[in-house]
């Protein structure tokens, strides 16, 4: 036993000079943050790479790279021969895509970077209103890091529910599911900002419509759980129930807060088919104008009748338009999978019934309370 | 030489006496002092004083107590005269006499301080054991000093180290072997164990592995501790070392096994399982709930003084997607101006704070302090902000340091220190794969050590749930009645484990 | 009964470690991938497929016991030798060392793939090979109780893996798992039967037996490990369905890695390229156990010393390593290995049992016979 311990130690020599690995020493490495993916010419991918490097003077600085090439690693490839350090994709948070190229078709691009097992499940997703490059190129007065920028811009109100989720895994989950479809959020410069704009809607990878983005709400209500977020509407006149319709003439304005909602669908008809949406609201009212009396159960009952009817009537608007363009970003189809046995639903079976689907909407709105002041 | 050594050879003091060197004392008091002298290659502090008309009093100086000497035996034999051996050992007023009339055992009782009385006329001589050797009072635990508990250590006085242990231990059941090792220095080593709780196969083991050294000197009992080991191969210690005499009775008492060497400061306790390394016998003293938060800060410090600068290492190297966002800009911005890697980087550093630990080690401790300043100041800073280490690192390093200071054992604090390096490489070669390779190695051999032949990771492997009560965690001392199974004890509780609560008056 | 084995008290293990030996055994590389292979057939009642898998290891166990009990203390070659006679009892001893040869082999080069696919691309498979050989081999000279407490402490240490599949469960939705049982029945057994690679390593229990102490408590522990495994297993199995989309499970390679990749901590970003060195602690038992499986055969069939052994096995196996390089070729190895595996795990000690227990309700007869004689 004891020869043999010896002659271990020459082996392990032997072994550590032979088996070396590639490193990536981090201050070797450009660190790509952000990629945004353009329709280039000639049916070429133009790529802008955002790209974290350090220099030995304690700054890092940021450089943006528009490359053009047949596939996203050719991209990388030329980024590599404009850059003093090795680009790589494992810090990589957001991928933007211009929004021509959305309506082409983000199949390539969801596999590609699935593929990759340095590229993490829990990047960003989403579109640009027109292209990418001319977005990241700016330069921003008050941002230093766009990718940085950008990623925090998303991830908080992702965070803060005020914009649906749409990482890589949500994405290419609803890519691959027979059901659902991709939705994701669309994001503009505004002067000297970026601003989220709005919501995209995919059929098949590919973008069909959008949604402004303060119908984002809707969306998250009906996609999924909705936990906390701020939400404001205006309640017109002639909507508002009579109790309410004294105390003013004019539209009413009201902000609250949704501490938690509910939804559950089912389906009530497989042959046509046809869903209960049921939508349950907690929520705290924080602000209305003008004021009525909360401590009044009447006028309180009067309120959530009115907010009820609000939603719901935006819920509907919101479901007939992507019924239109044939975007089920809701999973309605999902449902119906699950709710009829061997449906044998097949993407394009189920947004041909998805147009004609029916839904009915119940909302149900509980003020839980208000401010700490009446 | 050949004889020599094997009448010499470590055989128990008082078991079978060397049968081959049966050369008796002679009549004569010249030859008697003769024969001492040749034997004891007559040196400088021999001392020889006869006493008219017929009785010679030899010892060696630097031995024996000058004033029982003088008080109890110069006295005595003024009055007394003309006796024979018998009458004059009962006539001595001192507790250690005996009578011999082979040469050897009165060598052996000069050179152990006695003093040689010899009767003209008679092939015999008394010996009256007078020893007083140098020591240094007792004094608080250095090395594993605590706050709520004993402040008293051990010394290097065989004597007055059992005497210690028999004021804890109060108890006819503790045994005591005394066995001589080393064929030059003849160091006593004492076994003690108590019987009735010491696993008898256990206590025949150290017995039997004491008893075949054949050292040429034993100075220390870390040297001993070594060469009795399961494998002295191994980095890991497999007994513990301690110099806390309530340690080392709450080990016997456990049903554990000890060994103290004359000379030597600190005593050896086995079995010893790994776990025991990290427990401090102030976890005893505290609440159950503060000793287990000690014992678990214990453990994490290991874990984080091993792993810790590795995982920068590897992190840094090879698997930059690991870092989080928020780290990502310091960590790279404090390495833009270091131009090694970080393998290379981490070892500097590494070695340095060595450097610095052994340097104040070494010093004396009047200017022990000042290597802190140059450790702290000067080379943090200055290396700092001529770019060759990376503040980050810097503070990894040190956090790593001060945990391995935590470890209540020496020993295992130096094994954590060493084996740092080896996982460092391992990571700065391939990651967190090499680190698994580490972590995966050092489990396998902590699983193959053994501790007298008890298993070294008890009580987790085998796992035994009532003793992992005490083990990285200490359950109030009414769920720990159990002695750990690891030595096999005579007797498995410690107390009626039935929930002992005071009654309420 | 001929053979029996003549064992050192010392050598003995506690018989509630059978839990962790066949636990650590059953669970390693094949956890990490297992869902495409049996989604494949059975759709989203693919974790009805993996819970009929567990329920037929319970029944080969309990067969596998009773084929043990009939012989006391005997391990599997030595029940083989006795029933089939010396020379094709050994000729099926020496299948039965190729099978834990191939075993070991293909998890070791499945091992070394996910280490080159996830992290470091450019490393070369017999590098890895040697790195875990020599780990192996350390274990397996400490003798039976080293390789025991391998795999209790693999188990115990790799507990904490277990509350991470919480994470994905955020994205879930039950929704997926519905409706239930609508996968034809024939598709769902036949994806049951794809999770052989995944499910086998119990079958170490045959070689075990003899050096279990309690042989009265061994049908409790050993189905109580299986249980583990297979509550494991469908939990792994439900969440992954929950988590991905359809046709996105039969693409994803190794979901259950996949599975981790946005698990992330304030201290580390990425949790699955931990996992996956991770990972090397849950292989080690499975390796170690299937080594010296083969090691107790090898001995009743040539004289040789358990250090010559490991030395020629581990050659073998990093040779093996040098030949298969492609993902291509590691797949056609599994899904053979795995068809092999199936008779000779699922089938193969029903029939045994079968025999040996004509064997002794004749030889009893006999003895009656003779005795009334």
Redesign the interface.
């Known amino acids: 036993m004891n020869k043999l311990k010896y002659f271990y130690s020459p082996l392990l020599a032997l072994v550590l000079l032979y088996g070396c690995v590639e490193t990536n020493i981090l201050d070797k490495v450009g660190l790509t943050t952000l990629v945004g993916y353009d329709v280039g010419t000639e049916k070429k991918i133009a790529a802008t790479v955002v790209i974290r490097e350090v220099n030995p003077e304690f700054q890092s600085n940021v450089e943006v790279l528009t490359t053009e090439n047949d596939t996203s690693k050719g991209n990388r490839i030329e980024a590599n021969h404009q850059l003093s350090k090795k680009v790589v994709v494992g810090q990589m948070r957001v991928v933007l895509f211009g929004e021509e190229l959305a309506k082409e078709g983000l199949r390539y691009f969801i596999d590609t970077n699935l593929e990759n097992a340095s590229v993490s499940n829990g990047i960003y997703m989403a579109v640009v209103e027109d292209r990418v490059a001319p977005l990241l190129e700016y330069e921003y007065e008050n941002i230093e890091d766009i990718g940085q920028h950008i990623f925090r811009l998303i991830e908080q109100n992702i965070e803060q529910e005020y914009m649906i989720s749409s990482t890589l895994h949500e994405v290419a989950r609803d890519y691959y599911s027979v059901g659902k479809d991709v939705a994701m959020p669309i994001i503009k410069r505004d002067k000297e900002l970026v601003k989220l704009s709005g919501v995209a809607l995919f059929k098949d990878g590919k973008m069909v419509s959008r949604l402004p983005a303060t119908d984002s709400f809707y969306v998250k209500i009906v996609r999924d759980t909705f936990k906390a977020g701020l939400y404001e509407t205006i309640l017109h006149h002639e909507d508002l129930p009579s109790a309410l319709q004294k105390i003013t003439t004019d539209d009413m304005t009201v902000a609250f807060d949704a501490i938690h909602s509910k939804r559950k669908v089912t389906l009530v008809n497989a042959a046509n088919p046809e869903f209960d949406l049921n939508v349950k609201i907690k929520a705290r009212i924080l602000e209305t104008y003008p004021d009525i009396n909360q401590g009044d159960p009447k006028s309180v009952a009067a309120l959530e009748k009115a907010i009820q009817n609000k939603l719901a009537k935006e819920l509907e608007k919101v479901i007939a338009q992507s019924q239109k363009v044939e975007s089920d970003i809701f999973g309605f189809g999902e449902i119906y999978r699950g709710s009829v046995r061997h449906a044998q639903l097949t993407k394009e079976k189920w947004h041909e019934m998805y147009k004609d689907m029916k839904v009915n909407i119940h909302v149900d709105f509980v003020v839980l309370r208000n401010g700490v002041f009446e | 030489m050949k004889p020599f050594n094997q009448n010499q050879s470590p055989t128990a003091m008082n078991s079978e006496a060397p049968t081959e060197n049966l050369e008796t004392i002679a009549q004569a008091q010249d030859h008697f002092i003769q024969s001492i002298k040749d034997a004891t290659n007559n040196p400088d502090d021999l001392i020889i004083q006869s006493f008219p008309p017929n009785i010679t009093l030899i010892y060696i100086d630097n031995l024996v107590d000058d004033q029982t000497l003088n008080n109890n035996i110069i006295a005595d034999l003024q009055n007394k005269p003309n006796d024979t051996p018998e009458i004059l050992m009962a006539a001595l007023s001192i507790p250690e006499v005996t009578v011999t009339s082979l040469l050897i055992k009165a060598i052996e009782g000069i050179i152990n301080g006695s003093v040689l009385l010899h009767i003209e006329g008679y092939p015999q001589v008394v010996i009256a054991n007078i020893a007083s050797r140098e020591s240094r009072a007792l004094s608080t635990p250095e090395n594993e000093s605590q706050v709520i508990g004993t402040q008293v250590a051990f010394n290097e006085s065989l004597s007055t180290n059992i005497s210690l242990i028999r004021r804890y231990i109060v108890s006819p059941d503790l045994c005591n072997e005394k066995i001589k090792i080393g064929r030059r220095t003849n160091t006593a080593v004492t076994l003690l164990y108590m019987n009735g709780l010491a696993s008898d196969q256990m206590v025949n083991t150290v017995r039997q592995r004491l008893a075949s050294l054949d050292l040429d000197a034993l100075i220390d009992s870390a040297v001993l501790a070594e060469m009795i080991d399961d494998n002295s ?1 191994s980095v890991f210690p497999q007994m513990l070392l301690t110099e806390r005499p309530d340690r080392f009775c709450d080990g016997l008492l456990d049903g554990k096994i000890g060994v103290i060497v004359d000379g030597s400061s600190m005593a050896i306790i086995c079995p010893q399982s790994f776990t025991e390394f990290f427990q401090s016998q102030e976890d005893q003293n505290l609440r159950w709930q503060i000793a287990t938060f000690v014992r678990l800060l214990r453990l994490a410090a290991f874990f984080l003084s091993v792993y810790l600068t590795p995982f920068y290492v590897a ?12 780290f ?2 310091p ?3 404090s ?4 131009p090694f ?2 393998i290379f980087e981490a070892l500097l550093l590494e070695i340095i704070i060595e450097l610095l630990r052994e340097a104040s080690a070494r010093l004396p401790t009047k200017i022990g302090q000042t290597i802190g300043i140059v450790g702290g100041i000067v080379i943090g800073t200055a290396a700092v902000q001529a770019g060759i280490t990376s503040n980050i690192l810097l503070i990894i390093i040190a956090l790593s340091a001060l945990a391995s200071f935590t470890s209540p054992s020496y020993m295992m604090g130096n094994v954590i220190r060493l084996i740092r390096f080896p996982i460092i490489i391992l990571a700065g ?5 090499g ?3 580490a ?3 050092i ?3 902590l ?2 050590q053994s501790s007298l032949g008890a ?1 070294y ?1 008890s009580p ?4 035994r749930l009532k003793e992992m009560r005490d083990s990285i965690i200490r359950m109030p001392i009414p769920l720990t009645a159990k002695r750990p199974a690891l030595t096999r004890s005579k007797d498995d509780y410690k107390f009626d484990p039935e929930p002992i609560k005071p009654k309420k008056s | 009964m001929k053979n029996p084995l003549q064992l050192n008290p010392k050598d003995m293990v506690n018989t509630y470690l059978l839990f962790f030996v066949m636990h650590s055994a059953q669970i390693g590389v094949g956890v990490q991938g297992f869902q495409r292979i049996v989604f494949q057939d059975a759709k989203h009642d693919a974790w009805i497929s993996v819970l009929l898998a567990g329920i037929a290891t319970h029944i080969v166990t309990f067969f596998m016991i009773k084929t043990l009990e009939i012989y006391g203390a005997n391990d599997l070659y030595g029940i083989q030798q006795d029933i089939f006679g010396k020379l094709i009892g050994n000729v099926l001893n020496i299948l039965y060392i190729f099978y834990c040869f191939m075993s070991f082999f293909s998890i070791l080069r499945n091992y070394i793939e996910v280490i080159q696919a996830w992290i470091f691309p450019s490393i070369s498979a017999w590098f890895l090979a040697i790195t875990l050989l020599i780990i192996i081999i350390y274990a397996f000279t400490g003798g039976l109780r080293v390789i025991v407490g391998v795999s209790f402490f693999s188990v115990v240490l790799s507990l904490w893996i277990i509350p991470m599949l919480a994470f994905p469960l955020k994205f879930s939705s039950i929704n997926s798992l519905l409706p239930v049982l609508e996968t034809d029945f024939r598709s769902i057994l036949k994806g049951a039967k794809s999770m052989t690679f995944t499910i086998i390593g119990f079958e170490i229990l045959m070689v075990i037996y003899p050096f279990l102490n309690d042989k009265k408590h061994v049908q409790k522990y050993a189905h109580l490990s299986l249980l583990a495994t297979t509550a494991i297993y469908v939990a792994v199995m439900a969440v992954s369905i929950t988590y991905y989309s359809n046709e996105e499970i039969v693409k994803t390679v190794w979901a259950t890695l996949t599975l981790f990749s946005f698990i992330s901590f304030p201290f580390i970003e990425r949790f699955e390229f931990m996992a996956v060195c991770f990972w090397m602690l849950i292989i080690l038992p499975n390796l170690c156990l299937y080594l010296w499986a083969a090691y107790r055969g090898a001995i009743r069939l040539v004289n040789i010393g358990h250090t010559k052994f490991v030395w020629l096995f581990a050659f073998f196996i990093f040779l093996g390593t040098l030949f298969v390089q492609t993902r291509i070729q590691i797949n056609a190895i599994n899904n053979q290995f795995a068809n092999i595996a199936f008779y000779a795990i699922f089938v193969y000690p029903i029939v045994l049992w079968i025999i040996a227990a004509l064997k002794k309700k004749i030889t009893t007869k006999k003895e009656q016979k003779n005795e009334q004689a």
């Open positions: 191969l992190a840094l190297t090879f698997h930059y997607e690991v870092i989080p966002q928020a990502l800009v960590l790279s911005e390495r833009a101006l270091v890697p970080p070669f391939w990651g967190f794969y680190i698994m390779l972590v995966c190695f489990l396998v051999h699983l193959r298993p990771m987790f492997y085998p796992p």
